[in-house]
């Protein structure tokens, strides 16, 4: 009998706080659905799509009645709301249903960065100094500008912008009041690296393979070097223009070495499993690398950074979902294929 599969996604909604322009972010879910859509295809599996809308109770209903063997868990929030992601993973563990990517408490630890960055700190991993505001107040001795500021629980850089780099306490403030008032929650503020910008995809479980690791090139002079909402989401723009990709990166054995071994401690301080995208700063006078974020179950539509070192490792799309659907099957205790 063939194996049975689910596609578990949220369907794209009205961002539940933040820009009207953010919906562009949570529109992307679908691309990852047509993709391994066409890969399980490919693959001669039976799959069915389940939507998460608005009512928890019509998802569980169809996922009893098609029993998949298998869920490919896209999700990414629910009504909107990314802070909501941690509980699909939850709701399958009690359907006994085996899913692929991060488990809800991985989920958890990475979507607060704040959380997330002392437990790679306890880890010895690096990552730049920082604090959280609820509200701007009294800025730490030991944080000097400039510095980056972003909300504490977004990811796909919403809420960044080429305001989130400061450089005196006016603009700190301002950032500050912004990601407070408009997304609602505390904001993330940090030492800027100034640094090349490395995205380390890692793949597999209990024997992480770090796969070639990409860099974001910034063609430009003036302004801070970041990937802000602009450069990754809005095609049209100047910042979309002028940051671009190259994989695999540019690096000296040692260094590239080093990345990875920080992109592994990091990948397995966070409790990740099957896949995830580690943001590095490598900065550009020491060579440290500072972990910026760890992305458990990250972007993996065609043209993101996640898929372009999959192609670079000559890992094809459809034998990347073999492997997490292998992953997931034996964790639940089933056979693989």
């Known amino acids: 009998m063939k194996l049975k599969v689910g596609i578990l996604f949220n369907l794209p909604g009205k961002p539940a706080r933040g820009e009207s322009i953010d919906y562009l972010a949570e529109a992307e879910i679908l691309d990852q659905v047509d993709a391994v859509q066409r890969s399980l295809e490919k693959l001669g599996l039976d799959y069915q799509l389940f939507p998460l809308k608005d009512d928890v109770e019509d998802l569980v209903t169809a996922l009893k009645q098609y029993r998949p063997d298998v869920v490919v868990n896209l999700c990414e929030g629910f009504r909107g709301n990314s802070h909501l992601e941690m509980h699909v993973p939850a709701m399958l563990e009690i359907l006994g249903m085996p899913y692929t990517g991060a488990d ?5 630890l990475c979507q607060d960065k704040g959380l997330a960055k002392d437990v790679l700190r306890a880890h010895n991993v690096p990552t730049p100094k920082y604090q959280i505001m609820k ?62 910008e490395l995205n380390v995809s890692v793949l597999g479980d209990d024997d992480p ?70 943001d590095i700063r490598l900065e550009s006078r020491t060579e440290i690398p500072f972990v910026l974020e760890v992305n458990p179950n990250p972007d993996v539509s065609p043209e993101a950074g996640f898929n372009r070192s999959l192609r670079a490792a000559n890992i094809t799309f459809e034998e990347f979902i073999m492997r997490i659907l292998n992953f997931a099957l034996k964790r639940g205790g089933k056979q693989g294929f």
């Open 135 to 196: 509200e701007f107040g009294h800025l730490m001795s030991n944080l000097k500008f400039p510095l980056f500021v972003k909300p504490l629980k977004e990811d796909a850089s919403i809420g960044v912008s080429k305001r989130s780099f400061v450089r005196d306490v006016g603009e700190l403030k301002a950032q500050v009041d912004y990601v407070n008032k408009v997304y609602g929650q505390p904001a993330l503020v940090e030492e800027y690296i100034d640094g090349r």
């Open 104 to 108: 809800p408490l991985a989920l958890g």
């Open 209 to 278: 393979l770090v796969l070639p690791i990409s860099e974001i090139i910034f063609d430009f002079q003036d302004g801070p070097k970041i990937v802000d909402y602009a450069s990754k989401w809005l095609k049209e723009s100047e910042e979309y223009a002028r940051t671009k990709p190259m994989c695999p990166a540019d690096l000296d054995d040692e260094v590239r070495r080093l990345v990875e071994e920080v992109a592994l401690k990091a990948y397995r301080a966070l409790r990740c499993r099957d896949y995830a995208r580690v």
